[in-house]
C-alpha cells in the first residue's frame, strides 16, 4: 500500500511531511474497504517516514485490528523505494525474516516509485498506486521466504482505491 496523500515538498524534510486532511479520509476509506475484503494483516512493514506512519494510525481508527498486528517501521523501506528495482527483494527479505508461520495476511505501506515497482514485478503485469492505494496480492509457499522468493509470481486480486 502506498501512503495518504501528504502536505507539498518543501516545507518540512520530505521524510516529515504529513498527510492532509483529504489523505487522512482516503486512508479511513481504504481501511474500510480492506476490512469487508476480509484481508486483515496480523504483520506490518511500514517506512518510518511521518507520512507513512500516520496513514498507519489512520487506518487503525477504521480496523482495530491493525493495532495489534507485529509492526516494523524501517527506514530503510523510506530510502531503497527511490532506488530502481531495489524495492522488490528488499521487501521480500524483511517479510521473509518478520512474517512468521502463524501470519496469513502482510501490509507493507511505503513510497513510489518502488512500491508500484515491486508490485508490479510481483504481479508480473503492471500495477499503479496512487496515494491511499493498496495492492491486494496473493501469494503461496510453504513459508514466507518461499512465496516472496526471486521469480515467485503472485496473483493481483485487485487493487483498492478511495
Not at 3 to 30: C, F, L, N, Y
Amino acid at each position: 500500500m502506498r501512503h495518504a496523500e501528504s502536505e507539498a515538498a518543501g516545507r518540512v524534510r520530505d521524510h516529515d511531511r504529513e498527510i492532509t486532511p483529504q489523505g487522512a479520509e482516503e486512508s479511513r476509506q481504504v481501511a474500510q474497504q480492506l476490512a469487508a475484503a476480509g484481508w486483515v494483516p496480523q504483520v506490518i512493514v511500514c517506512s518510518n517516514a511521518q507520512r507513512t506512519r500516520q496513514t498507519l494510525d489512520v487506518m487503525q481508527q477504521v480496523l482495530p485490528e491493525l493495532a495489534e498486528a507485529d509492526a516494523h517501521f524501517l527506514g530503510s523501506l523510506y530510502t531503497t523505494a527511490a532506488l530502481d528495482g531495489q524495492t522488490r527483494g528488499h521487501l521480500a527479505a524483511i517479510v521473509a525474516a518478520e512474517a512468521g508461520p502463524s501470519h496469513t495476511c502482510c501490509l507493507c505501506l511505503g513510497h513510489n516509485k518502488g512500491w508500484e515497482e515491486a508490485a508490479s514485478a510481483l504481479a508480473g503485469e503492471t500495477v499503479r498506486l496512487g496515494n491511499s492505494h493498496a495492492a491486494l496480492l496473493e501469494g503461496r509457499g510453504a513459508s514466507w521466504a518461499d512465496a516472496v522468493a526471486e521469480g515467485v509470481q503472485w496473483r493481483l486480486v485487485r487493487v483498492l482505491e478511495p
